[in-house]
């Protein structure tokens, strides 16, 4: 990375890295399970299972399988995230998981993020709703309250606005288009050119792919939908000559992402080497540098 890098630009860099570790949905959810203590990987399943079923209103119940969360558990050990707690006397596949110091330190770095979401949480949970594939095969659903279940802990509801933020958040362009447009009103095709031109200075971390017109537009649409970003053509006015632009509430989940950003920092080259993985860069097969 260039040591010429601001520390602004560093701290953006940092949340957009920070954010890609939660491009898989079942991150956030075993990171919060493992929170209060290790746990060994079917009472993962059995804790996960349940919490999801409580979060029925947001889409539909999704059942985490023993294949899939094993993936997870790999992959999430290879970013640092989760550590293997050996028992004695215990075959390997009986082996726990828990915290590392640095996915602890992560979670508390959203707090901030946590009180942005719950603010907003009606909103975002009806974004969710509408946005989320499931929900198309289970239109009731759509007409219920949107305040969640009424019996959530407010530990419970904090994690549960952690992660109705993250479902917008990490697809993939979201915060590069957020990032982008906090630069001030841009038309969409200036947005999609800028942020292009950033993957090409950064390829060593963002890859080859680059933000196409339709996807541009199903971000923009998630986040003017979720009150993110404006943009209202005006009558006879073709949508993409019409400027875009970040809504306050955009303008405060940038400030809410801060503290991320500023964990990021403290884990850059962890998150750059975990970012290079990703997308293809680094062997996923070689040992890993950042065990445990």
Request: aromatic letters at 6%.
């Amino acid at each position: 990375m260039s040591q010429l890098m601001d520390e602004d630009s560093r701290r953006l860099r940092g949340i957009d890295m920070a954010l890609d570790l939660f491009r898989n949905r079942w991150t956030y959810p075993v990171l919060t399970a493992l929170s209060s203590e290790p746990l060994h990987p079917a009472q993962l399943i059995a804790r996960i299972n349940k919490e999801n079923a409580s979060y029925v209103d947001l889409a539909s119940t999704r059942t985490l399988h023993e294949k899939t969360l094993f993936a997870t558990l790999r992959r999430m050990e290879s970013q640092g995230l989760i550590a293997r707690k050996n028992i004695a006397g215990r075959p390997g596949s009986a082996t726990q998981r828990e915290l590392t110091s640095m996915s602890r330190e992560l979670l508390i770095s959203m707090h901030r993020m946590a009180e942005w979401a719950s603010d907003y949480r009606d909103q975002l949970t009806i974004t969710v709703r509408e946005h989320e594939e499931p929900l198309q095969r289970n239109p009731s659903l759509a007409n219920s309250g949107v305040a969640g279940p009424s019996s959530l802990t407010p530990e419970k509801s904090s994690w549960r606005s952690i992660g109705v933020a993250l479902t917008i958040l990490r697809l993939r362009w979201s915060f590069s288009v957020i990032h982008q447009l906090s630069h001030g009103p841009q038309h969409p095709t200036g947005v999609a050119a800028a942020i292009n031109a950033r993957v090409d200075k950064n390829r060593d971390i963002m890859g080859n792919r680059t933000l196409s017109a339709k996807v541009l537009w199903d971000t923009l649409h998630r986040l003017i939908d979720a009150g993110l970003v404006n943009h209202q053509p005006r009558a006879g006015q073709f949508a993409s000559t019409a400027q875009c632009t970040l809504t306050a509430r955009g303008y405060s989940l940038l400030g809410a992402l801060s503290p991320i950003g500023t964990w990021a920092t403290g884990h850059e080259e962890h998150l750059t080497v975990t970012t290079r993985k990703r997308r293809g860069f680094i062997d996923l097969s070689a040992p890993g540098k950042f065990a445990g």
